[in-house]
């Protein structure tokens, strides 16, 4: 289907209805005349012909009454795709995807031949908690709740492999667990039969001391090593493009990786230990066809660096889970997971494996959620955990709806964790098999979205593979100018985020930002390892020493079981790695690829019309001056408060049109607004707009002049006469609500 020749040594080519039958069930006689079974659906169609596409679309264009067909009818999304306004069975042919069952081939339609019948999706909710003691709390609560995975993330300390005393406050407990030894993991996960509830671990650039940490925690339990199921997921490219750089040198991170997974092939445990995640880019603006690019790129990044260190390239696939976040188009994510098995397959095949696709876990996007009208963040969350469902994942978050505005409260995470199950047992999507299968939509998106997301793996690989291509910032730039065109489209309102800047609540309270006490978290984990560290018997800590003097030397023949040795008789996380990686040096740098999310200027917009609040004891005002009866204003007063509203603004809309510009300016001086705006018609604008705007200068000096429209012959008549600013569709809200804030805030 596609053509690839990858960089590096592995090239290769990668190239019932049934028809209801005639019968009397009403006990009359019925003749014994033979009668065709496909009768009834030949007089279907006969009754209803299938008319060709182009009679189709010649009425549509007659209907469009001259406006280009192609402007009007067809959609071009974020990916590049032009979706067009109807598919057929032809689409569905020329997209030329692989005619297969779920679950076979490449998997395209469902992991499995049975979909979610033999294998359910998990509901695998995060838990972004500092202390194993919170998390311990809440795991036990969610799991007779509903909860059947859990995921974990680990603050930046623990990433780094720094104990928390030795690390910086802002370092410890931000964004995950901190977790030094084998006690704190113990504590997080008491109570929790870890061989049956699935532990999803986000383990940062490596995952051989968590390993060491996970066995040796899971041995003092007395649990059975070779039961335990979940993963401890290594993803350094992941974490370079958050952080800026690799703390040690890729090479030695790839050793690293390299020796998890022959220890856990050895040992024949079932824990997975690469992740590869497209979450970060996804979460800062990246389009579904990056996305699948960058999976496959680092896909054949990793098979490359450890195949070339002796391993089977089966063993590598069979230790991948790969990790996505899910934005609110909901047929393009339906087509994003299913393509994503596709190219995948692809992959596999030319590397020369048949190592079915690796499970695949979806989060609800935080990019596409906003502090403003939270609870809107409920119903976002919900259609993409639909589509994710859909698509055929294997495991999914859903968010809470206040999650962006800190730590989620527990009434949040029950109602998000409930949105899944409600899905389930409620919506049953889990009884169809492959339920987007045979839409010709779908099937023609997800072929189109994998041969684009293809030839961008290709350009990649063109340029060095992903670590060159991270390295010279190509991956960051294309997020970036998309980032910076999708906020654009936003400001301009060309798309809509109910809440943010269309449909506001002009009533909404400001969004309280819980921020978690780093300095607080900071200290009671220093002094609980200190502690730690002077308890024990002497004997132990010459053991402890001996054990890490043989790794730091290299000397013990088996390095993973030294390291799991020495955890086991009491050193921390941060002794260990001290261990490992003395005297490597620095990793690579790539240029970081920021968090942000989508709304946070309408965010910062409404804050500061809030700050304005505070200081002048009311909020910005725009008083709407409107002239003549409502056939004239109304449609412009409507946008213009909508347009005010999404930036914080109080609007005063007068209950009548005023028959005079004298009769709106006495009003508007009696308003004492911030800005007043002009709404009327382009017809009517000559002759009302001079003396309105003249009027609006006196009595208020210093007060903009806006006018609701931009009729392009009359603007600069307009400018002589006084407006400042004309609002319309398209315009900038964020750009000039800003700059009327910022005169409003000076008068």
Avoid at 120 to 130: D, L, R, T, Y
Avoid at 395 to 413: K, L, N, Q, V, W
Avoid at 442 to 450: H, K, N, P, S
Avoid at 633 to 639: H, I, S
């Amino acid at each position: 289907m596609f053509d690839c020749n990858p960089a590096g040594k592995n090239r290769r080519k990668i190239v019932d209805c049934r028809p209801f039958k005639n019968g009397d069930k009403s006990g009359n006689n019925m003749s014994s005349t033979h009668h065709d079974p496909s009768e009834p659906l030949k007089r279907l169609q006969a009754d209803f012909p299938v008319r060709p596409y182009a009679d189709w679309k010649l009425t549509a264009e007659k209907d469009l009454k001259g406006a280009p067909f192609d402007k009007k009818l067809i959609t071009k999304t974020p990916e590049g795709i032009d979706l067009q306004p109807l598919y057929t069975a032809e689409n569905s042919r020329q997209a030329a995807t692989a005619e297969e069952n779920p679950g076979t081939g490449s998997c395209y339609r469902s992991r499995h031949a049975s979909g979610y019948h033999g294998a359910p999706w998990a509901v695998a909710q995060e838990f972004p908690f500092a202390l194993a003691e919170d998390i311990r709390d809440r795991v036990q609560n969610e799991l007779s709740r509903g909860l059947s995975a859990i995921t974990l993330g680990l603050d930046e300390a623990t990433g780094l492999g720094i104990d928390a005393d030795y690390a910086r406050p802002g370092q410890v407990g931000t964004d995950g667990l901190s977790l030094s030894g084998i006690r704190s993991v113990n504590r997080a996960l008491e109570g929790v039969d870890t061989t049956e509830v699935p532990v999803f671990v986000r383990a940062g650039f490596s995952s051989l001391p968590l390993l060491s940490l996970w066995i040796a925690a899971a041995k003092t339990r007395g649990t059975d090593v070779h039961k335990l199921s979940g993963s401890l997921e290594a993803d350094p490219f992941e974490w370079m493009v958050r952080k800026g750089s690799l703390p040690i040198p890729a090479d030695r991170v790839f050793d690293e990786m390299a020796e998890t997974l022959r220890f856990t092939q050895s040992q024949s445990l079932h824990l997975k230990t690469i992740g590869i995640s497209s979450v970060h880019y996804q979460e800062t603006g990246a389009s579904a066809v990056q996305e699948l690019a960058f999976i496959l790129a680092t896909g054949a990044a990793y098979l490359r660096e450890l195949t070339s260190r002796g391993l089977p390239v089966d063993t590598v696939l069979s230790s991948i889970r790969i990790s996505t976040a899910t934005g609110p188009h909901f047929f393009t994510e339906v087509a994003k997971y299913r393509a994503l098995r596709l190219l995948w397959t692809q992959l596999a095949t030319a590397f020369g494996s048949t190592v079915p696709v690796p499970p695949v876990h979806a989060r609800t996007s935080t990019y596409y959620q906003s502090t403003l009208d939270a609870h809107t963040n409920l119903l976002r969350v919900a259609t993409m955990a639909f589509s994710a469902i859909a698509g055929g994942v294997q495991s999914i978050h859903t968010s809470a709806y206040d999650e962006i505005a800190g730590t989620p409260s527990d009434f949040s995470r029950r109602i998000a964790r409930n949105t899944q199950i409600i899905l389930k047992e409620e919506a049953h999507l889990d009884q169809v098999i492959d339920p987007a299968g045979g839409s010709f939509y779908v099937e023609t998106l997800t072929a189109e979205l994998a041969q684009a997301a293809w030839n961008l793996f290709r350009d990649i690989e063109r340029k060095g593979g992903m670590l060159q291509a991270l390295t010279d910032g190509f991956p960051q730039t294309l997020v970036n100018d998309l980032h910076a065109s999708r906020t654009s489209d936003l400001a301009k309102r060309k798309t809509i985020m109910v809440g943010v800047n269309q449909y506001c609540n002009p009533k909404e309270e400001r969004a309280v930002i819980y921020q978690s006490d780093a300095e607080t978290i900071h200290r009671v984990r220093s002094e609980y390892l200190q502690k730690y560290r002077v308890s024990g018997a002497q004997e132990k800590h010459i053991r402890v020493l001996e054990l890490l003097g043989s790794i730091s030397n290299r000397t013990a023949s088996d390095l993973t079981a030294a390291c799991i040795g020495a955890v086991s008789e009491g050193a921390t996380l941060g002794e260990l790695c001290k261990a490992l990686r003395q005297g490597t040096g620095e990793g690579p740098k790539v240029p970081v690829l920021a968090g942000r999310r989508l709304a946070e200027a309408f965010e910062k917009l409404r804050a500061d019309s809030f700050a304005h609040a505070d200081r002048h004891g009311t909020p910005p005002t725009v008083f709407l001056a409107i002239l003549g009866d409502a056939s004239q204003f109304k449609a412009r007063a409507d946008f213009s408060r909508g347009f005010f509203e999404t930036g914080g603004f109080r609007v005063v809309y007068p209950p009548a049109g005023f028959a005079t510009p004298e009769e709106a300016v006495k009003a508007a001086a009696e308003s004492r607004p911030g800005a007043v705006v002009i709404c009327s018609t382009d017809e009517t604008y000559p002759e009302l707009v001079p003396p309105l705007a003249a009027g609006m200068k006196k009595v208020l000096p210093g007060v903009p002049v806006v006018l609701a429209g931009f009729p392009k012959d009359q603007v600069e008549a307009h400018k002589a006469s006084g407006v400042d600013e004309f609002i319309f569709l398209g315009a900038d809200v964020i750009q000039i609500a800003n700059r009327l804030l910022s005169r409003i805030s000076k008068g």
